[in-house]
Every structure is written in structure tokens, then in C-alpha cells.
């Protein structure tokens, strides 16, 4: 599974150039590192933003992050942040559009290298909590935590993600059911699917509160093995 890349899928306006700080303005001492300091390249400061922004979510109990706090992670000036992002709402989307193209692309992936419906549900489910175990930061945006005093579009956006994931957990399901002989399929489908992702979402906000240390994968075959039985 994934952890935060070199680059993400980013949103919202176009790279603007980030002024260096100058020889004038900066601390005594640091004049000559801020000659040779390198400028960095086009998105690579918005990247620094969100996998600073990430780490700090990791941190087990953390307050809501400010991006005076998030700033003085990077050593940069606020106004430098908003230089790459219009809000602070606009760094957790990206966050978030982290989690739904990293997830999506691995769901495309295992439809299609396994043929049986049942056995996609589960790794589905399996690949969504490696997921989440891999990159506890992500958790607390999965889960809502670290969005409670952001703007409300970010939860709304995180629960189609899982309205999505459910979905595609309903497709696998039905082909499943129908292939067994179910006289319900569609019933089926939607009461498995609907566990199956209450699953997910309850470990992982398990995960968050015990600091990361209950894993959300836990006996996870087992668990699997029951309800898709």
C-alpha cells in the first residue's frame, strides 16, 4: 500500500513562485545558507505543505492543526503557505484527493486481476485498512477528526468516499450473491457491503483513538472470513 509519494494529485490554483527570503530580513547568522539556499521547484513546496500537514495528523492526540503551527513545522511565513493554497480547507483536500486516487487506483487494480466477486470484496476491504494503517495521518481525515472544525464540504467529501467505496463493494457483492443462486441478490449485496464498510470505518476510527496503536487490520481475516461466509 501507498504512503505519501514524492508528488500528489494536487488541487486548486495554478504553482505562484515563492519569494526567497532575503540576506536583509533574515536571522543573524543565516545569511550566507540563505544565498546558497535552493529555490524549490514548481509543486515541490505544496507537496512539503501537505506531507508536513500529514505528519502532524500522525501525532497521537493532536489539537486541531492552525497554519501558524503548520507554518512554523516548515519554517516558512503563513502568507508562504497561502502563496500555494487559497485555504487551509484547500490543503485537506488535497489530503483528501491523496486518499481517493490512491484507494480508486488500487480498487481498479484488484477488479481486475481477481476473477471472484467474493474474494474482490474482501481485499477491497483488506486494502482500504492497510491503507489506513500505513498512513495514520490519512486516518484522521478518513474518519473525521482532524475535519471537525473545517469546513463542512471536507466531511461531506470524505463520506461520498465511502459512499463510493461502498458501491463498488455492492457490484462485487451482487455478482457474488448472484452466482451462488441468492433469490435476493440485490438484498444481499447492500446488507454485506453496508457491514463491510461499517467494518472499515469502525476500525479505523479505533485506530485513531488509541494513538495508532490498535491496528486496524487486527484479525482481519477472520472477521472477513464470517461475514462473507
Do not use: W
Amino acid at each position: 500500500m501507498p504512503d505519501l509519494p514524492e508528488e500528489l494529485p494536487l488541487v486548486g490554483q495554478d504553482e505562484a513562485p515563492e519569494a526567497p527570503e532575503s540576506a536583509a530580513t533574515a536571522a543573524p547568522g543565516t545569511a550566507a545558507a540563505v544565498a546558497t539556499r535552493k529555490r524549490p521547484k514548481p509543486g515541490e513546496r505544496r507537496v512539503q505543505i501537505l506531507q508536513t500537514l500529514a505528519r502532524m495528523l500522525e501525532q497521537p492526540g493532536a489539537e486541531r492543526i492552525t497554519t501558524a503551527a503548520l507554518a512554523a513545522k516548515l519554517g516558512v511565513s503563513e502568507a508562504a503557505l497561502y502563496r500555494h493554497f487559497a485555504s487551509k480547507a484547500q490543503m485537506f483536500e488535497g489530503l483528501i484527493e491523496f486518499i481517493e486516487s490512491s484507494v480508486f487506483t488500487l480498487v481498479n487494480q484488484l477488479v481486475e486481476r481477481e476473477e471472484s466477486p467474493a474474494t474482490q470484496a474482501q481485499k477491497i476491504t483488506a486494502m482500504l485498512l492497510q491503507f489506513g494503517e500505513r498512513n495514520p495521518g490519512m486516518v484522521r481525515v478518513m474518519v473525521g477528526d482532524a475535519l471537525v472544525f473545517e469546513h463542512e464540504r471536507l466531511t461531506t467529501r470524505m463520506n461520498l468516499f465511502f459512499d463510493r467505496v461502498e458501491s463498488q463493494l455492492r457490484q462485487c457483492l451482487r455478482t457474488a450473491a448472484e452466482a451462488r443462486g441468492s433469490s435476493t441478490p440485490t438484498v444481499d449485496a447492500q446488507a454485506l457491503a453496508s457491514a463491510l464498510v461499517a467494518l472499515m470505518v469502525g476500525r479505523l476510527h479505533r485506530y485513531a483513538r488509541s494513538g495508532f496503536k490498535r491496528l486496524p487490520t487486527e484479525h482481519l481475516d477472520m472477521a472477513l472470513a464470517r461475514l462473507t461466509s
